[in-house]
C-alpha cells in the first residue's frame, strides 16, 4: 500500500520564525501536494509539485515556499512564521495528474505558531 | 468560480439509523468527485469516486449518485455503525484541472451514537 510520511508530526514555532515540514513518499509518485487544514475550510492547496526540483504554486501560496530536491521529498518551508499559519499540514502524493488520480495522503503535522 | 459546498458541519446520529451526507458542487467543466474520510487522528483516505452520470457508486457499505442535473454527489449509507464515526470530505477535480488538483468542500464530521 502507499506511503506517505509526514516529520514532525506536531510542532510549536515562534512568531518570525522558520519552519520546515518534511514529506518522504516510498510510491514512486510523481505527483505530491501540501495541503492545509482549517477547521470549516476543509483542505486548501498550497503548493504542489510533479517533477524533482520543480513546484507550483496552489491555492492559497502566499506566505509558503516549497521544494521538491527528489522524487521522494517534498518541504514546506515557512520562512516568517505568523499566527495565521497555526493548522494542520497535509501531504499528499498520486501517480499522475489526471482529474480521476486518487491521492495519498500523509498523517498531518500539527503546526502551532504563537 | 469552482467550488464545493457541504452544508452539515457535524452530523449526530444513533447507530443502525440511515444516513446522507450533502455535497454539491459548482464548475463550468465535466466533473469529477471524491469522498475522502478522515478518522480522527488519521490521514483521509478516499472512499468513493464517480465521473458517470446518473450511476451509483458503492464502496464498504457507502454509496453516491453523480448528478450533474443538480450538481450533487451525496454520499449515503443505509445503517451507520460506530466505526463510521469521522470526517468525510467531497472533493471536485474539474476537467480543466491539470496535475490532480483537488477542490474540497468544507467537511461534514459524522458522529454515530451506541
Known amino acids: 500500500e502507499a506511503a506517505v510520511t509526514q516529520s514532525p508530526r506536531s510542532k510549536v514555532a515562534v512568531t518570525g520564525g522558520k519552519v520546515t515540514l518534511s514529506c518522504h513518499q516510498t510510491?514512486?509518485?510523481?505527483?505530491m501536494y501540501w495541503y492545509r487544514q482549517d477547521t470549516g475550510h476543509g483542505l486548501r492547496l498550497i503548493h504542489y509539485s510533479y517533477v524533482a526540483d520543480s513546484t507550483e504554486k496552489g491555492d492559497i501560496p502566499d506566505g509558503y515556499k516549497a521544494s521538491r530536491p527528489s522524487q521522494e521529498n517534498f518541504s514546506l518551508i515557512l520562512e516568517l512564521a505568523s499566527l495565521s499559519q497555526t493548522a494542520v499540514y497535509f501531504c499528499?502524493?498520486?501517480?499522475?495528474?489526471?482529474?480521476?488520480?486518487?491521492?495519498?495522503f500523509g498523517p498531518g503535522t500539527r503546526l502551532t505558531v504563537l | 468560480g469552482d467550488s464545493v459546498t457541504q452544508t452539515e458541519g457535524l452530523v449526530t446520529l444513533t447507530k443502525g439509523l440511515p444516513v446522507m451526507l450533502n455535497c454539491t458542487y459548482q464548475t463550468t467543466y465535466s466533473p469529477f468527485l471524491f469522498w475522502y474520510v478522515q478518522h480522527l487522528n488519521e490521514a483521509p483516505k478516499l472512499l468513493l469516486k464517480?465521473?458517470?452520470?446518473?450511476k451509483r457508486t458503492e464502496h464498504q457499505g457507502f454509496y453516491a449518485t453523480l448528478h450533474k442535473s443538480s450538481s450533487s454527489f451525496h454520499l449515503q449509507k443505509s445503517s451507520v455503525q460506530l466505526s463510521d464515526s469521522a470526517l468525510y470530505f467531497c472533493a471536485l477535480s474539474p476537467m480543466n484541472y491539470n496535475q490532480g488538483k483537488l477542490i474540497f468542500g468544507q467537511g461534514t464530521k459524522l458522529s454515530i451514537k451506541p
Open positions: 499528499a502524493s498520486s501517480d499522475n495528474g489526471g482529474p480521476y488520480a486518487e491521492q495519498f
Open positions: 510510491n514512486n509518485h510523481d505527483y
Open positions: 464517480s465521473s458517470t452520470d446518473n
